[in-house]
């Protein structure tokens, strides 16, 4: 070879990641995509909800079409992966009552069992203890002169001042905590109300029970609570219920190239169904087809099988994920990646498709940007003339979380939020589906790039969004295990530069205290955050194992 030819083509080769040729857009995909998804975001599958059938439905339909293209099964049984996922808890009011006196209460309208509630039954007298608390100074005591042993107890879950952040007693609103103390004060069971509405029902609705393994019911009939407050009464009780859970299923398939290195392509392929708690409509109960949310990621995952299925020029090997109840709070991914199929350490990254389906101007955001050095230099080379909007951070409001967790490179496609978000106006006739194919064609062209490249470098990030953090002035900065039911708040992150990470906490540590506040629960943490503003400075301490931590965080 001529030497002096050696240098350009040295040149050449070392800038080849960023100067791959683009992979050219299939006109035939937005027909195809239109198609699956005008399936997929059918009313006849009532919103791909987990546990009932039209989530059946799209899981055999994403199955078949895995197998047509050759995806090697990848799941524990075939491509399935079986996972529970929690619902409401069932309350069996064949054997749940209240009577006061002589008057039956019913069920739902009248009372109801709460989330820390044990099962039994018991009759006897009640004896109200106020607001139940017992401050450690001894300036205030709701017990003062009171026997409560062997009791029914009548606590107001409000406080002297009301439940705000500022209230003197904010230290002393966990209704859980009261809630103990009433046991170990003697209660054989505890009657809740509110009558001053100056603090929130407990929630109605739940799906982990944290008990305290005596039997508590809120009582919603003012009457009926307004007599329980005044005087004694006699009662009868009992609370039959359990823990509920429905199965859903992820869905793996193997693209085996005989290479060393993975990529994991991933979309999830529920949504909320008829709507409920993460719905934003506020009318009745209506299907949500979920067609960008996400349809869209699910439809365009099915499309990159055609495409790396017939692939054998590249460096990679791909596993193709379609996770359930990612509405449910990551629930799908979180078990893949606690209970993988194949060995993690394998994976070089992990691209998610989630809600792309909305393509504006070109417009896309890209996240995860930070998780590797190497991203920059890969996304900021043209693609198709799209307008890339980087987000650095690995954690976010979708299934890449997950993985960025294990420390992979990830990235999550975006076309934006609209005003159909988790509304049954999320139809699949107003999708781009012209866009969904130039971000396919996106997809292969940075797998494409990557190839060049011999490792990508994880990288830790510093920021993160999470659709699930309320909206506070302050954070942990942490990623809640929903799946955990207490005492505590478990955590299955901590994002770095955030004041947990910055105490020292990982995933899986327990909080249990913020400042006064004792955390029981999620409900218990949100109240404490509502507690504090920035740059306010006060301990944490989490649990970890069998050792509590005690470190100082600022806000």
Same mark, same amino acid.
């Given at each position: 070879?001529?030497?002096?030819?050696?240098?350009?083509?040295?040149?050449?080769?070392f800038?080849?990641?960023?100067?791959?040729?683009?992979?050219?857009i299939?006109?035939?995909?937005?027909?195809?995509?239109q198609?699956?998804?005008?399936?997929?975001?059918?009313?006849s599958?009532?919103?791909?909800?987990?546990?009932?059938?039209?989530?059946?439905i799209?899981?055999?339909?994403?199955?078949?079409?895995?197998?047509?293209?050759?995806?090697?099964?990848?799941?524990?049984?075939?491509?399935?992966q079986?996972f529970?996922?929690p619902? =409401? %808890? /069932?309350?069996?009011?064949?054997q749940?009552? !209240? #009577?006061?006196? $002589?008057?039956?209460?019913?069920?739902? +309208?009248?009372?109801?069992p709460?989330?820390?509630?044990?099962?039994?039954e018991?009759?006897g007298?009640?004896?109200s203890?106020?607001?139940?608390?017992?401050?450690?100074?001894?300036?205030?005591?709701?017990?003062?002169?009171?026997?409560?042993?062997?009791?029914i107890?009548?606590?107001?879950?409000?406080?002297?001042d009301?439940?705000?952040p500022?209230?003197? =007693? %904010? /230290?002393?609103?966990?209704?859980n905590?009261? !809630? #103990?103390l009433? $046991?170990a004060?003697?209660?054989?069971? +505890?009657?809740?109300?509110?009558?001053?509405?100056?603090?929130?029902d407990?929630?109605?609705?739940?799906?982990?029970?944290?008990?305290i393994?005596?039997?508590?019911?809120?009582?919603?009939?003012?009457?009926?609570?307004?007599?329980?407050?005044?005087?004694?009464?006699?009662?009868?009780?009992?609370?039959?219920?359990?823990?509920?859970?429905?199965?859903?299923?992820?869905? /793996?398939?193997?693209?085996?190239?005989?290479?060393?290195?993975?990529v994991?392509?991933?979309?999830?392929?529920?949504?909320?169904?008829?709507?409920?708690?993460?719905?934003l409509?506020?009318?009745?109960?209506?299907?949500h087809?979920?067609?960008?949310?996400?349809?869209?990621?699910?439809?365009?995952?099915?499309?990159a099988?055609?495409?790396?299925?017939?692939?054998?020029?590249?460096?990679?090997?791909?596993?193709?994920?379609?996770?359930?109840?990612?509405?449910s709070?990551?629930?799908?991914?979180?078990?893949?990646?606690?209970?993988?199929?194949?060995?993690l350490?394998?994976?070089e990254?992990?691209?998610?498709f989630?809600?792309?389906?909305?393509?504006?101007?070109?417009?896309?955001?890209?996240?995860?940007?930070?998780?590797?050095?190497?991203?920059d230099?890969?996304?900021d080379?043209?693609?198709?003339?799209?307008?890339?909007?980087?987000?650095?951070?690995?954690?976010?409001?979708?299934?890449?979380?997950?993985?960025?967790y294990?420390?992979?490179?990830?990235?999550?496609?975006?076309?934006?939020?609209?005003?159909?978000y988790h509304?049954?106006?999320?139809?699949?006739?107003?999708?781009n589906?012209?866009?969904?194919?130039?971000?396919?064609?996106?997809?292969?062209?940075?797998?494409?790039?990557?190839s060049?490249?011999?490792?990508?470098?994880f990288?830790?990030?510093?920021?993160?969004?999470q659709?699930?953090?309320?909206?506070?002035?302050?954070?942990?900065?942490?990623?809640?295990?929903?799946?955990?039911?207490?005492?505590?708040?478990?955590?299955?992150?901590?994002?770095e530069?955030?004041?947990?990470?910055?105490?020292?906490?990982?995933?899986?540590?327990i909080?249990?205290?913020?400042?006064?506040?004792?955390?029981?629960?999620?409900y218990?943490?949100?109240?404490a955050?509502?507690?504090?503003?920035?740059?306010?400075?006060?301990?944490?301490?989490?649990?970890?194992?069998?050792e509590?931590?005690?470190?100082?965080?600022?806000?």
């Amino acid at each position: 070879m001529n030497k002096r030819f050696i240098v350009p083509i040295l040149a050449l080769v070392f800038t080849l990641p960023v100067k791959a040729q683009e992979v050219a857009i299939d006109k035939e995909a937005p027909k195809r995509m239109q198609r699956d998804l005008f399936f997929l975001a059918s009313d006849s599958l009532k919103g791909r909800l987990p546990g009932t059938p039209g989530s059946d439905i799209a899981r055999d339909f994403i199955e078949q079409r895995m197998a047509e293209f050759g995806l090697e099964p990848y799941g524990e049984n075939g491509y399935r992966q079986a996972f529970p996922v929690p619902e =409401y %808890a /069932a309350i069996d009011y064949d054997q749940t009552g !209240l #009577k006061l006196g $002589k008057k039956v209460l019913v069920p739902h +309208v009248d009372f109801y069992p709460v989330a820390y509630s044990g099962n039994g039954e018991i009759s006897g007298k009640t004896l109200s203890i106020g607001y139940g608390i017992v401050k450690e100074d001894g300036s205030y005591n709701d017990y003062q002169g009171k026997d409560l042993e062997g009791k029914i107890a009548v606590l107001n879950v409000s406080s002297p001042d009301g439940v705000h952040p500022h209230s003197a =007693y %904010a /230290a002393y609103h966990s209704v859980n905590q009261r !809630l #103990k103390l009433a $046991k170990a004060k003697g209660a054989a069971a +505890v009657l809740l109300i509110n009558p001053e509405k100056t603090a929130s029902d407990v929630p109605e609705f739940f799906k982990a029970i944290n008990s305290i393994d005596i039997p508590v019911l809120f009582v919603r009939n003012e009457a009926a609570a307004e007599k329980l407050a005044k005087k004694s009464q006699k009662v009868s009780l009992a609370v039959s219920m359990k823990e509920r859970y429905s199965t859903g299923y992820n869905l /793996a398939g193997f693209v085996n190239n005989n290479k060393a290195r993975t990529v994991v392509l991933g979309a999830h392929y529920d949504h909320i169904g008829m709507g409920g708690e993460n719905s934003l409509y506020k009318g009745a109960p209506a299907i949500h087809n979920g067609a960008d949310d996400n349809g869209s990621g699910t439809t365009l995952l099915l499309e990159a099988i055609r495409y790396y299925g017939k692939r054998q020029d590249t460096n990679y090997n791909y596993v193709i994920l379609f996770f359930s109840a990612e509405e449910s709070g990551l629930i799908g991914s979180k078990y893949f990646t606690e209970h993988p199929t194949f060995p993690l350490e394998t994976v070089e990254y992990m691209i998610n498709f989630d809600m792309v389906g909305r393509l504006r101007d070109n417009r896309l955001q890209v996240s995860g940007t930070g998780t590797a050095e190497q991203w920059d230099e890969i996304l900021d080379a043209p693609i198709h003339d799209l307008d890339i909007k980087k987000d650095p951070a690995g954690v976010g409001p979708s299934d890449h979380t997950s993985f960025y967790y294990k420390n992979l490179p990830v990235l999550h496609l975006f076309t934006g939020t609209h005003e159909d978000y988790h509304k049954p106006a999320d139809d699949a006739d107003k999708v781009n589906y012209k866009g969904m194919a130039k971000l396919a064609s996106m997809v292969y062209t940075i797998t494409a790039r990557t190839s060049s490249y011999e490792r990508l470098n994880f990288q830790k990030t510093t920021s993160a969004e999470q659709k699930t953090t309320p909206r506070f002035s302050v954070t942990l900065g942490v990623v809640p295990d929903y799946l955990f039911g207490g005492p505590g708040l478990k955590i299955d992150g901590a994002t770095e530069g955030r004041p947990a990470a910055n105490a020292g906490m990982k995933a899986g540590d327990i909080v249990l205290k913020i400042g006064d506040f004792t955390i029981d629960d999620i409900y218990a943490y949100m109240g404490a955050l509502g507690a504090f503003k920035k740059g306010d400075t006060t301990t944490i301490v989490y649990k970890r194992g069998d050792e509590e931590i005690e470190a100082e965080i600022t806000f």
